[in-house]
């Protein structure tokens, strides 16, 4: 389950209207999100948001041709995207029994850190990826030295960068990317966010690009 206090902590995950005058904002940020999904997957296939909030990202990536759906807490925000002429589901979902290896993409942002099984959240996203797909999950996260700044009646979990990659390893996922996402200045204090994009381990080896161009550079650099 997420955190109760969740629906009245997010304007997005209550009864609040949406806000139109920050709508160009977010459909910018959706226009990125999708961009930075489709540079892993190029490939357009079936997607799942998870918290999908007033719904730009799937709306974004419905307009590229994916096939979206979303699941989100809120009943009001589903009614706006059920307007929308989005396919949504309403509920936690953990408790939403989704088809096995189905989907090519799933994304989370901002919402692991509100789940009280963390765990369970990413073992059930591995569970719904078809082998190979990709998850892309934004959270907030502490350097070692670093005081939780956020209450914990908002967040269930305060990650390190270290306890975050080592949580997706154990459930069963590849990192392929993470990208520091952004320093806030919030009333409480500064959070910094980070965004993992991951593959679901199927047995097959990926090469690291990484790697491969640092391999390159060290015998050019011998010649």
Not at 41 to 66: D, M, Q, S, V
Not at 84 to 99: H, R
Not at 126 to 151: F, N, V
Not at 196 to 214: A, H
């Amino acid at each position: 389950m997420q955190h109760p206090l969740i629906l009245s902590t997010y304007p997005r995950c209550g009864g609040v209207e949406e806000d139109k005058e920050a709508a160009p904002l977010k459909r910018k940020i959706a226009e990125k999100r999708i961009d930075g999904l489709e540079h892993f997957r190029p490939t357009k296939g079936r997607l799942l948001e998870i918290g999908f909030g007033y719904g730009y990202t799937l709306e974004e990536a419905n307009r590229r041709g994916w096939r979206c759906e979303g699941v989100e807490l809120s009943e009001h925000a589903v009614a706006i995207a059920t307007d929308k002429g989005l396919w949504v589901y309403s509920g936690e979902f953990t408790e939403i029994k989704f088809e096995r290896n189905s989907y090519d993409a799933v994304t989370a942002y901002s919402i692991i850190e509100h789940h009280k099984s963390p765990r369970k959240m990413l073992t059930e996203i591995r569970e719904i990826l078809k082998p190979g797909g990709i998850a892309i999950i934004r959270l907030p996260y502490l350097e070692k030295e670093d005081t939780p700044l956020l209450s914990l009646l908002e967040h269930f979990y305060h990650f390190t960068l270290s306890s975050f990659e080592s949580l997706l390893s154990q459930t069963g996922f590849q990192i392929i990317s993470r990208e520091m996402t952004g320093v806030h200045q919030r009333e409480y204090g500064i959070t910094k966010s980070v965004t993992f994009v991951v593959r679901k381990e199927d047995g097959t080896t990926y090469m690291d690009l990484n790697k491969l161009n640092r391999y390159r550079r060290s015998h050019e650099s011998s010649l």
